[in-house]
């Protein structure tokens, strides 16, 4: 019997040895795709910076492999920048994001002397430069904009069309420049964008760095001195065979091409520095989840239920975006696939993971595991139905360790109260 070898290690042992669910995430593969997007953008000589989008998959082990990497973070919330701090990570390395950043972050993210604050609304330019006059400080900015550019992929994942939450609408962005230029407590050095999440095709990012380049340099004819322009993150990957994976070469060339294009007719000199915020690019591939199988329920003539540990609690992308996954059967990976079933998670809800997939025969005690969940799967997992978060277990080599351990009952419970009028 052969069993599923993920990043060299034995899939069924770790199951064994940490329980499930289980969430096991592969330093190697993380490491892999952050040296392919090095990689391209070094072959095309262009000046550049990662910023891994920490929404993505964010703990405090996963911050230090951003730091040992060399690469930048990008937050949104007082949890993800404490998480990056305590992990060590110069502050000056993070950028703080959110479209509705509290006095309280903004403050937080000055003292901690973050490296920038996106911003991304009118209205936050003069929030940012009061909190910072308040703490004397001058605070480096971007200003988040939105291209205007529709990027193929699920409407609730796509962000840099006009009418979006996100960002300073286009035919605002050159007033919002000169109001940050007018404040005397922030630091205008760059103009942002993200188009969106889960993208296949490059092209939609060469329109956006054409948009974006207009308006550096629009933006420059004011005396305003930009040096960043960050196209955001958005690069697809593949979550079933025959899905196409983001080509981080194609992408580079591209950015190539426009920033020649620009080089050659624009009379102001400065090359921007490219800066990406890869989230799903960086950890998807490098996580799978592992499941035991319980309940199997035949509807003669309709359908096979096969029921697993997990749930949309640990694994909300089905249900919020109809997202399709892959999996095998960890413990019998070389039995032919022969039959076609539904997995289904064990929430009160039909909580569908993976809808009609031809696995080999799955019994009570099979390990299931569910391949490309390392994005947006532990990061959005919730406590539905009292459910405890699984852990999280990192490998490196040949060696696997926790990188976050499985939570307990006890903690779900932990901030609960009784109100007086229910006590005895
Ligand atoms: N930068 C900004 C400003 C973003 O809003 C995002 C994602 C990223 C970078 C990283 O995008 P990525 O490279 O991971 O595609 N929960 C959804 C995805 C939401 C993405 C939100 N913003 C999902 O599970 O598909």
Redesign the pocket.
């Known amino acids: 019997m052969t069993n599923y070898i993920f990043s060299n290690h034995d899939t069924t042992a770790l199951a064994k040895k940490y329980s499930t669910p289980l969430y096991v995430i592969s330093q190697d593969i993380i490491e892999k795709s952050i040296n392919e997007i090095k990689t391209a953008f070094e072959n095309e000589n262009i000046e550049y910076s990662i910023?891994y989008?920490g929404?993505?998959f964010l703990n405090t082990a996963m911050a230090k492999i951003v730091n040992k990497n060399g690469i930048n973070l990008?937050v949104?919330s007082e949890g993800e920048l404490l998480t990056a701090l305590a992990a060590g990570l110069p502050a000056e390395r993070i950028t703080f994001?959110g479209s509705n950043k509290t006095d309280r972050e903004i403050t937080l993210a000055i003292n901690s002397g973050v490296g920038k604050i996106?911003i991304d609304s009118v209205d936050e330019i003069k929030r940012v430069d009061t909190i910072a006059r308040s703490l004397g400080k001058v605070q480096k900015v971007h200003i988040?904009v939105s291209p205007g550019v529709e990027a193929h992929t699920?409407e609730?994942?796509q962000?840099g069309k006009t009418d979006s939450k996100?960002g300073i609408p286009l035919s605002q962005a050159i007033q919002s420049a000169i109001m940050c230029k007018e404040a005397e407590n922030i630091n205008l050095t760059g103009i942002?964008c993200?188009i969106?999440?889960?993208?296949a095709a490059v092209d939609p990012f060469g329109v956006t760095m054409r948009v974006m380049l207009e308006l550096f340099y629009n933006i420059r004819t004011l005396d305003i001195p930009l040096t960043d322009i960050n196209l955001?993150?958005?690069?697809?990957v593949v979550y079933l065979k025959g899905d196409t994976r983001f080509d981080v070469n194609a992408y580079t060339k591209l950015l190539r091409k426009e920033l020649d294009s620009y080089i050659a007719k624009s009379p102001d000199k400065t090359v921007p520095k490219i800066m990406v915020?890869?989230?799903?690019?960086?950890i998807?591939e490098a996580g799978i989840t592992l499941y035991t199988v319980g309940t199997v329920k035949e509807i003669p003539g309709i359908r096979k239920y096969v029921s697993v540990d997990g749930s949309l609690a640990d694994n909300p992308?089905p249900a919020?975006?109809q997202?399709v996954y892959d999996a095998v059967v960890a413990n019998k990976y070389d039995e032919e696939p022969v039959e076609c079933v539904t997995i289904s998670g064990r929430a009160c809800e039909t909580d569908t993971l993976i809808k009609d997939i031809t696995l080999p025969v799955l019994e009570r005690g099979d390990i299931l595991a569910v391949k490309c969940t390392g994005?947006?799967n532990y990061?959005?997992a919730s406590n539905y139905n009292r459910l405890a978060k699984p852990a999280v277990v990192l490998l490196k080599g040949d060696k696997d360790e926790l990188m976050v351990k499985r939570e307990t009952v006890q903690q779900v419970m932990q901030n609960d109260v009784i109100p007086s009028w229910l006590e005895e």
């Open positions: 910023n989008a929404k993505a990008d949104v994001h996106t988040r699920h609730y994942i962000t996100f942002h993200h969106g999440s889960s993208i955001g993150g958005g690069f697809g915020e890869p989230g799903r690019f960086i998807s992308r919020l975006y997202a994005a947006y990061s959005m």
